[in-house]
C-alpha cells in the first residue's frame, strides 16, 4: 500500500465531517498531496490539520486531541 492510500486511510478514520458511504473514500484526498509535502518540507503536520479542518472545512469537529493523534498516525508511516 502506498503512503497515499495509507494516509487516505487515516484521513477516512478522522473523518471531522462524519461523510458515510461510498463518498468517504474521496472526501479527503484533496488533502494528501499537501500531507506529503508538508511532511518533506519538515513543517507542522499538526498545524496543517488544524487549518483543513478549521478553515478549509469550516469549523473545527474534533478535540485538538484527535487532531494530534491523526497527525501521529501519519507521521508514523514516514517513521523507520
Known amino acids: 500500500m502506498s503512503s497515499f ?7 477516512k478514520g478522522w ?4 461523510v458515510s458511504g461510498s463518498d468517504l473514500e474521496l472526501e479527503y ?3 494528501i498531496d499537501e500531507i506529503i ?4 518540507d519538515k513543517e507542522d503536520l ?8 478549521g478553515n ?7 478535540s485538538e486531541e484527535v487532531r494530534r493523534d491523526v497527525a501521529k498516525k501519519i507521521l508514523g508511516l ?3
Not at 37 to 40: L, M
Not at 47 to 52: G, K
Open 5 to 11: 492510500n495509507e494516509i487516505n486511510e487515516i484521513l
Open 15 to 18: 473523518n471531522p465531517i462524519g
Open 29 to 31: 484526498v484533496r488533502y
Open 37 to 40: 509535502e508538508c511532511i518533506k
Open 46 to 53: 499538526f498545524s496543517l490539520l488544524n487549518d483543513i479542518e
Open 56 to 62: 478549509r472545512i469550516g469549523s473545527f469537529y474534533t
Open 78 to 80: 514516514y517513521e523507520m
